[in-house]
């Protein structure tokens, strides 16, 4: 099925309000704040998400972060898709990546950002990204969706955007946060990354520039300070008779890595490079902005009433891991393998806390996994909306039960990734694959190579060891489990150049004799 056909799907009731605290006692709907950081990576903080310190957890600086955790619930196991608009697609939509076909990053109308390969010719993909359901005229090559923040706006939440967006490719209704359910809109557009994050630099020029904020311009303000200012603003002039929704988008950790002078002093006596100074000094200005809605929120008397998301949309990138840091390649991502884009654990294990007052135990760990099209029916369920329509069917598992303490619905489940492109980076695992999870084990399927690979994420969360031929059956039952999935959502596959034919799916080959180092 073509997914811009989902736009006439009709799937669910009217949306109807439906929290009750007691019997006969409707619940007051909680605000809900998402915030989203880009290209942060499982280890750029000082609040540690592996059973031990890493050294970047020494060297960060985030008491913003190790805050949040005290007060609510860390995921030791979430996940994201390995590049940020597969990602934002998925968390507004529901759906899985291999559904909803956003399978690379989106920026021009009708333009792949796919990277040519020698072998492979990669598949039609949804390269204009996100569009409202409602849309008119149809944009092709579109995944037409009811949004999550459409659902909400219409019971009742005053929506605010803030910072990136990257739904919706350049000129289409999608690239407009306000066409997606948003009250208000904060320098969210097509793009996924400013030109600068400096004021005195306007945010930079050309297609990369930043706009919105006319008001910093030739400011001395960093973009992330910036758009927290923006967002308590918007709070500010909020109507006081409706709940919100924030979702504060920052577009720091992104390249380019760029000083935040405010910071700086807190590195000079370490020996790493200016550049990994740079990095450090934008997560610690990614983390006070946390603080500073942290402090609103207390200050406010909205503290009790308010859930906070902390979450980031795929891994640390690699430019920032050219350098090893106690001979660790990619230290920001340490313990785990490979980096942004790449299916290894690097690219799509995130660091995600959950804050819920009356609801999460303070201090708690979770390692369940989740992925995030679970925000999806998730953020519905806080918000006590269960009855809604959409066009599209969702493939997200609400986390609410594992927030109440419920682990059970969530043991041993699915999850699957698809990417059949290939990203801007040659980073390690970066290019064209599929996975699956499915309790402690992950298998990946390499379309290049047609090559399985199987590890036991519990017992080796570095990927260092390929099980296929220890565990042949095992190995196959996964194929199978994740060959029929991509059939059954009508997942597009690369096609092999020299003979003209799509790639085998993964349960149609066969463990190769001789080990392939990945």
Same mark, same amino acid.
Request: aromatic letters at 10%.
């Given at each position: 099925?073509?997914?811009?056909?989902?736009?006439?799907?009709?799937?669910?009731?009217?949306?109807?309000?439906?929290?009750?605290?007691?019997?006969?006692?409707?619940?007051?709907?909680?605000?809900?704040?998402?915030?989203?950081?880009?290209?942060?990576?499982?280890?750029?903080?000082?609040?540690?998400?592996?059973?031990?310190?890493?050294?970047?957890?020494?060297?960060?600086?985030?008491?913003?972060?190790?805050?949040?955790?005290?007060?609510?619930?860390?995921?030791?196991?979430?996940?994201?898709?390995?590049?940020?608009?597969?990602?934002?697609?998925?968390?507004?939509?529901?759906?899985?990546?291999?559904?909803?076909?956003?399978?690379?990053?989106?920026?021009?109308?009708?333009?792949?950002?796919?990277?040519?390969?020698?072998?492979?010719?990669?598949?039609?993909?949804?390269?204009?990204?996100?569009?409202?359901?409602?849309?008119?005229?149809?944009?092709?090559?579109?995944?037409?969706?009811?949004?999550?923040?459409?659902?909400?706006?219409?019971?009742?939440?005053?929506?605010?955007?803030?910072?990136?967006?990257?739904?919706?490719?350049?000129?289409?209704?999608?690239?407009?946060?306000?066409?997606?359910?948003?009250?208000?809109?904060?320098?969210?557009?097509?793009?996924?990354?400013?030109?600068?994050?400096?004021?005195?630099?306007?945010?930079?020029?050309?297609?990369?520039?930043?706009?919105?904020?006319?008001?910093?311009?030739?400011?001395?303000?960093?973009?992330?300070?910036?758009?927290?200012?923006?967002?308590?603003?918007?709070?500010?002039?909020?109507?006081?008779?409706?709940?919100?929704?924030?979702?504060?988008?920052?577009?720091?950790?992104?390249?380019?890595?760029?000083?935040?002078?405010?910071?700086?002093?807190?590195?000079?006596?370490?020996?790493?490079?200016?550049?990994?100074?740079?990095?450090?000094?934008?997560?610690?200005?990614?983390?006070?902005?946390?603080?500073?809605?942290?402090?609103?929120?207390?200050?406010?008397?909205?503290?009790?009433?308010?859930?906070?998301?902390?979450?980031?949309?795929?891994?640390?990138?690699?430019?920032?891991?050219?350098?090893?840091?106690?001979?660790?390649?990619?230290?920001?991502?340490?313990?785990?393998?490979?980096?942004?884009?790449?299916?290894?654990?690097?690219?799509?294990?995130?660091?995600?806390? #959950?804050? *819920? !007052?009356?609801?999460? +135990?303070?201090? %708690?760990?979770?390692?369940? @996994?989740?992925?995030?099209?679970?925000?999806?029916?998730?953020?519905?369920?806080?918000?006590?909306?269960?009855?809604?329509?959409?066009?599209?069917?969702?493939?997200?598992?609400?986390?609410?039960?594992?927030?109440?303490?419920?682990?059970?619905?969530?043991?041993?489940?699915?999850?699957?990734?698809?990417?059949?492109?290939?990203?801007?980076?040659?980073?390690?695992?970066?290019?064209?694959?599929?996975?699956?999870?499915?309790?402690?084990?992950?298998?990946?399927?390499?379309?290049?190579?047609?090559?399985?690979?199987?590890?036991?994420?519990?017992?080796?969360?570095?990927?260092?060891?390929?099980?296929?031929?220890?565990?042949?059956?095992?190995?196959?039952?996964?194929?199978?489990?994740?060959?029929?999935?991509?059939?059954?959502?009508?997942?597009?596959?690369?096609?092999?150049?020299?003979?003209?034919?799509? #790639?085998? *799916? !993964?349960?149609?080959? +066969?463990?190769? %004799?001789?080990?392939?180092? @990945?």
């Amino acid at each position: 099925m073509k997914m811009n056909s989902l736009k006439f799907l009709g799937l669910s009731a009217v949306p109807l309000i439906s929290s009750v605290a007691v019997p006969g006692q409707k619940m007051q709907q909680p605000n809900i704040v998402l915030f989203m950081v880009d290209d942060m990576g499982w280890q750029d903080t000082s609040e540690p998400f592996w059973s031990q310190l890493t050294p970047y957890n020494k060297l960060c600086r985030t008491p913003n972060m190790e805050r949040l955790a005290r007060q609510g619930v860390k995921f030791t196991s979430a996940y994201a898709c390995a590049v940020s608009s597969p990602t934002r697609t998925s968390l507004m939509t529901g759906m899985n990546a291999a559904r909803h076909r956003v399978t690379n990053w989106t920026l021009n109308l009708n333009t792949s950002t796919d990277v040519s390969d020698p072998e492979l010719a990669f598949p039609s993909w949804n390269v204009n990204g996100l569009q409202p359901a409602d849309s008119t005229p149809i944009v092709s090559n579109g995944v037409y969706a009811t949004s999550l923040t459409q659902i909400l706006k219409d019971n009742g939440y005053y929506t605010i955007h803030a910072g990136k967006a990257h739904w919706g490719a350049k000129t289409t209704p999608g690239s407009n946060p306000l066409n997606l359910g948003f009250d208000v809109n904060i320098a969210g557009s097509e793009i996924g990354g400013p030109a600068s994050y400096y004021g005195t630099e306007n945010f930079g020029n050309g297609a990369f520039h930043i706009t919105g904020l006319d008001e910093f311009y030739g400011s001395d303000i960093f973009l992330t300070e910036a758009l927290t200012r923006k967002s308590i603003e918007a709070l500010n002039s909020r109507p006081v008779d409706k709940p919100f929704y924030l979702y504060l988008s920052h577009y720091a950790i992104h390249i380019p890595i760029q000083n935040d002078s405010r910071f700086a002093a807190n590195y000079a006596n370490q020996s790493l490079s200016a550049k990994e100074i740079s990095y450090l000094t934008m997560i610690e200005g990614m983390d006070k902005s946390l603080g500073d809605l942290l402090d609103y929120l207390q200050k406010n008397n909205l503290t009790d009433n308010t859930v906070v998301i902390f979450m980031s949309d795929n891994g640390g990138h690699s430019s920032v891991g050219n350098v090893t840091l106690n001979d660790v390649r990619y230290p920001h991502n340490y313990p785990l393998k490979g980096s942004k884009g790449s299916v290894y654990e690097g690219g799509i294990r995130e660091p995600m806390i #959950v804050k *819920w !007052p009356g609801i999460t +135990k303070a201090n %708690s760990t979770c390692d369940r @996994p989740v992925i995030i099209e679970d925000f999806f029916p998730s953020i519905l369920e806080m918000s006590g909306i269960h009855h809604f329509k959409t066009v599209q069917k969702l493939d997200g598992l609400s986390f609410v039960p594992v927030l109440r303490g419920e682990v059970g619905r969530h043991k041993n489940r699915k999850m699957y990734w698809h990417f059949p492109n290939r990203w801007g980076e040659n980073a390690i695992g970066s290019s064209c694959y599929s996975a699956v999870r499915f309790g402690d084990y992950k298998l990946i399927y390499r379309w290049h190579a047609k090559l399985l690979e199987l590890y036991n994420i519990k017992a080796d969360i570095g990927e260092s060891k390929n099980l296929v031929w220890d565990n042949k059956k095992l190995t196959y039952s996964l194929a199978g489990m994740l060959g029929k999935y991509l059939r059954k959502v009508d997942a597009q596959r690369p096609v092999d150049k020299a003979t003209g034919l799509p #790639v085998a *799916w !993964p349960d149609e080959v +066969k463990i190769q %004799s001789v080990p392939v180092i @990945p």
